[in-house]
């Protein structure tokens, strides 16, 4: 069965580092998405992404992260100088439609990102 | 979206049947009531959804009460690797209101052996 994959599965970096997190959504899937979970909170949405642009972005989505679809393959985000704060699992999804009544997302396994 | 309240947790025994309340008094009327459920360590993944029918797939059956303001999740018989927090999420059919999953709480499911 296809899957989203992610990669690294841990990233430890220090604080005022850059990190890129990757994804590979499932192939013919055209919507994607970055979520986050701090240690023992809820699953936050970070950025939906479609047609090489952002669809919509939450506020934690500031001007530290971005993302982008380099090649037809993999999906990144792109954290440009981390922060204490910014220590959580990162969670890649994707979803073949993006009607919001009946798609589904499918997630990956997520990054665990620590910030020292 | 459309606000779900859940309890907090809930315990069940191996091979019992669990059933997840989901109340949504302000649901409109085309919102999809959909179910995910985070395994541990895990990313969230996809259980059921539905409209105003009740549901079955091969995880779990949707009951939809008849007012549409809660629904149950019902896992036939529980599983240890049942185990999760279950989220109830309202996603409206409009592309215009987003694509994005709000989760909540959840409810945790300890199920015992």
């Known amino acids: 069965e296809p899957e989203v994959t992610q990669t690294p599965s841990h990233q430890v970096t220090q604080m005022g580092q850059e990190v890129i997190l990757r994804c590979v959504p499932i192939?013919?899937?055209?919507?994607f998405y970055w979520y986050r979970q701090i240690l023992g909170q809820k699953v936050e949405f970070l950025v939906s992404?479609?047609?090489?642009?952002?669809?919509?972005k939450s506020e934690i989505f500031d001007d530290q992260f971005s993302v982008e679809r380099p090649d037809g393959s993999n999906f990144t985000l792109k954290i440009r100088s981390t922060k204490l704060e910014d220590s959580a699992m990162y969670f890649c999804?994707?979803?073949?439609?993006?009607?919001?009544?009946?798609?589904?997302?499918?997630f990956g396994p997520g990054t665990r990102l620590t910030v020292l | 979206d459309a606000k779900t309240t859940q309890p907090n947790s809930m315990e069940s025994n191996e091979e019992e049947p669990v059933h997840l309340p989901c109340n949504h008094s302000t649901i409109s009327g085309t919102d999809y009531i959909h179910w995910y459920r985070q395994l541990p360590s895990q990313g969230p993944e996809y259980v059921i959804h539905g409209l105003t029918s009740n549901v079955n797939n091969r995880m779990a059956s949707l009951a939809i009460a008849e007012d549409r303001k809660s629904s149950t999740l019902i896992l036939h018989r529980a599983t240890l690797r049942d185990a999760a927090v279950y989220y109830c999420i309202l996603r409206a059919v409009h592309l215009a209101a987003g694509n994005k999953l709000t989760f909540g709480g959840g409810t945790r499911v300890l199920v015992k052996p």
């Open positions: 192939s013919n899937h055209l919507y």
């Open positions: 992404f479609y047609n090489n642009e952002i669809s919509e």
């Open positions: 999804a994707s979803s073949e439609r993006g009607m919001g009544g009946t798609d589904t997302q499918y």
